[in-house]
């Protein structure tokens, strides 16, 4: 398998932290609000960021591999 079971996790908690950052834009209604503007974004940037390194985390190759 390309992917072990640590990446689909990382992937799963990327993906956790996009929803939950657009989760947090579509309760706060308004547009200058402390969350919807400075809060979300941060959020969602971080959990697209996961998503990546989850796609390109690959576990250390142990010395029988080498």
Do not use: C
Not at 8 to 35: N, P, S
Not at 38 to 65: F, T
């Amino acid at each position: 398998m390309v992917f072990t079971r640590r990446n689909y996790q990382l992937l799963l908690l990327g993906i956790a932290l996009v929803v939950v950052g657009f989760a947090i834009m579509a309760i706060e209604h308004e547009l200058d609000g402390f969350w919807s503007r400075n809060v979300a974004p941060i959020i969602i940037v971080a959990g697209y960021l996961e998503v990546i390194w989850a796609i390109l985390w690959r576990p250390r190759a142990s010395k029988r591999d080498q």
